[in-house]
């Protein structure tokens, strides 16, 4: 008898129960939830204030974004054409469609991410 035709016990593997698992899906949040002032900040770095949008941009897949100063180009290291809510967080987007840095929600109230210089950025809502 050929290994592939024994049951799986023959073969000494344990039983492992075969239910399903229900996950948690974490909630989307709507555009017009998220839309605001935020502001970034990292180690050593000014801070870099933005006003996401609930504005809609099919072609990059994303919501629009004001950089009033400038200065998420240079924070981020590449041009950022709009911002997206995930699951997750915040992700912002490249012209290209692809997600270029995501902010995660992290327990501190604020969401983070790393940059491609490994500096941590956190992005808050400025009241």
Do not use: H
């Not at 840095?101 to 956190?122: E, I, K, P, R, V």
């Amino acid at each position: 008898m050929a290994i592939i035709d024994q049951p799986l016990m023959a073969r000494g593997a344990e039983m492992q129960d075969e239910t399903p698992r229900i996950s948690a899906s974490l909630r989307l949040a709507e555009p017009k939830e998220i839309a605001g002032m935020w502001k970034i900040s990292g180690s050593g770095r000014s801070d870099c204030l933005l006003r996401l949008e609930a504005k809609r941009i099919d072609s990059v897949n994303a919501y629009s974004l004001s950089d009033p100063s400038g200065c998420l180009t240079a924070l981020v290291g590449t041009a950022i054409a709009g911002w997206r809510p995930s699951p997750e967080g915040i992700e912002l987007a490249g012209s290209d469609r692809l997600t270029v840095l995501l902010f995660a929600y992290g327990d501190n109230g604020a969401a983070q991410a790393t940059a491609a210089d490994g500096t941590l950025l956190l992005l808050t809502r400025v009241k």
